[in-house]
């Protein structure tokens, strides 16, 4: 039985080890690479207040289907496209709901996503998608680092 794999990408190293992970390991399902633009791209603040630049934001948007093609010339080049179906996506959201929405809406059986392994304060500041992903989605989740 095929099985839908989300596997979100933001063009790091952590992320593109989860989609090698999931080609590897889910050989035959179908996988969707899932790019999400902050809808703040292009938002900026200044000491006169802020402004928004559709530029910078399509710019954004664009750099997402850029990852989402270098994804498929990945698995292209690994061979695996032979026998797996890719399917890509750009949302525009924040991250984790986006994630986690997209798991919901789209029928995903399992989500596969890169972390960076931060620890300490600068996940306490940044925090952690992969981990808010993790405590919330309606399918297992495999973190690759």
Not at 106 to 129: N, P, Q, T, Y
Request: net charge negative.
């Amino acid at each position: 039985m095929a099985r839908h794999i989300l596997v979100p990408l933001d063009g790091s190293e952590p992320s593109w080890a989860a989609l090698e992970h999931a080609a590897e390991n889910y050989e035959g399902s179908r996988i969707t690479a899932l790019h999400v633009v902050d809808p703040s791209a292009g938002s900026y603040a200044g000491a006169e207040g802020g402004y928004y630049d559709p530029v910078a934001f399509d710019r954004a948007r664009e750099r997402g289907e850029e990852i989402c093609e270098e994804a498929r010339e990945r698995l292209r080049e690994a061979g695996v496209l032979e026998t797996t179906e890719l399917e890509t996506a750009v949302e525009t959201g924040g991250a984790s709901r986006t994630i986690l929405e997209y798991a919901e809406t789209e029928d995903v059986d399992h989500v596969v996503i890169g972390s960076h392994g931060r620890s300490g304060i600068s996940r306490i500041l940044i925090g952690s998608v992969a981990e808010t992903v993790t405590r919330r989605a309606p399918v297992p989740v495999t973190i690759v680092r």
